[in-house]
């Protein structure tokens, strides 16, 4: 079926559910419904049991007064400075407004409430110390529409996501600043509005709140799943392109797939089938005598496409692990040990989203030259110069590509491995991060690329379609050419094409394009049936 191919999970089909954390692993359309402020969220009471008893073993060091990091000394290069006992609170706010040094823009909405929600996750877990009381914050903050101002660039992604968890742990002790219903005002006011009491911070709780990866995990996993939504949908942009280019279906016969057996590639190949099954434009046997073979744009769609969805989904794999991981340091167990470690240190999710940016790449380069087929006169079997309507007199889409290219070009570039870069912080003591925060944003930024990209090869492809008239596409194609119809209008004559272009990339960045999609082939099967 079309809807499986299109990988319609099962967490979609419990969007009215609400979401109880508990430390466990989160799936990323949780995580997005959340973040969109879809879903409540609730606190399991047997964390909560957890919590306390951890929680006691801290307040056991401190009635105790044995020297623990975090607990009774400073932080970072400052841990062999013992504090007094009368100073372990104030302790604590010190660290929270010492290391909001967050600059630049402000993270969205979205991956702000998806931060609080996994750090909240992080502390139900148990291993962090803190009171149920932090955690429950956080769900309050979330429910109640709070959204805390935190800058996106200051992160080095260890010891965790420092300055931006600290901006989060800022508000909640009812400083700093938020949007609440719209507005922008101080945190305390946004508080009282919500009937929400600021926190008063104990021992090791302001560094339960900034020490981990949850920022840079938040902002990877929206990235993320955009990405491997956008890798669906270029399959059926692509379909439209090859269709439209009298391209071979032989090439995407399940036997090729099925002597290479990379899943990605056989589900590509799958869809690629789907969408063209019932086209009227299909090569013929008199072209197929003079032309062979097809590029490999067009033949190797499934191959590239394949190994992108593999790259995707390893990528979620690594970031769906961390969102049930305890990555504060020290870290307090039930049996009141208490040990120092690294897990806050960003390096597996720096490297997969650097992998899941060079696959975004390879996604784009493939779609750049099949545009690039679909508008050359010399390459495009037939079609009108650039799709213009009357070419000469108008353009077309000639610099539709142009755009293409240069947000490629920007691609290769934030392609760069952030993962492999190190400066050390702290006096040395932090002597290797991971740079997971820079990897994480320029994920998002090349994801937004892609989706642009994506969405000129799909107004390309449709434009194209008009073109081989009275011949149409499968009825599945000729779906997806409505949707698109539905935002960008036919290309009659010249006109400014940079917000039908948004226009587009908003339908697919907001995920209403795949959906208006399984939707109408849904209904459509009814029909039939």
Sequence with gaps: MIVDALTQTPSEQKESEPLLISGQVICLEAIERAAIGRDK????????????????????????????????????????????????????????????????????????????????NVLAIGNSGARPELALALCDFLNAGIWPEVPSKGSVGASGDLAP??????????????????????????????????LQLRPKEGLSLINGTQALTAVGALAVLRLERLTRLADIAASLTADSLRGHSSPFDPRIHDARPHRGQGESARLLREMLEG???????????????????????????GAVRGAVEHVRGTVE???????????????????????????????AYDYAA????SLVGICERRVERLLNPDLNEGLPAFLAPTPGLSSGLMIAHVTLVALLNEIKVLCSPASIDNLPTSAGTEDHVSMGMTAALKLRSIVENAERCIAIELIAAVEALEHRRPLRTGHRGRAVAEIVRSTVPPLLKDRVLSQDIENLAEEIALDRLRKDFLKSTELRQEVAA
């Design 358 to 361: 060079i696959a975004a790449a």
């Design 279 to 305: 086209s009227e434009i299909q090569v013929t046997n008199d072209q197929a005598a003079r032309r062979v073979q097809d590029a490999y744009s067009l033949r190797c769609i499934p191959q590239v496409h």
């Design 41 to 120: 969220v609730s606190l399991c009471p047997r964390a909560c049991e957890r919590m306390r008893r951890t929680r006691a073993v801290v307040d056991q060091i401190v009635a105790e007064g044995r020297p623990v990091y975090g607990v009774s000394t400073g932080f970072g290069r400052l841990c062999d400075f013992a504090i007094s006992p009368d100073d372990l609170e104030e302790l604590q706010l010190n660290l929270v407004r010492s290391h909001c040094c967050g600059v630049g823009p402000l993270l969205s909405k979205a991956e702000t409430r998806a931060m609080m929600l996994l750090r909240a």
């Design 321 to 351: 692990i961390e969102t049930g991981s305890a990555t504060d340091n020290p870290l307090v167990f039930e049996d009141g040990s208490v040990r120092s470690g690294g897990n806050f240190h960003g390096a597996p999710l720096a490297m």
């Design 165 to 198: 968890l600290a901006h989060i742990a800022l508000c909640l002790i009812g400083e700093g600043f938020c949007v609440f219903e719209g507005v922008r005002m101080p945190t305390v006011e946004a508080m009282r509005y919500a009937g929400l009491e600021p």
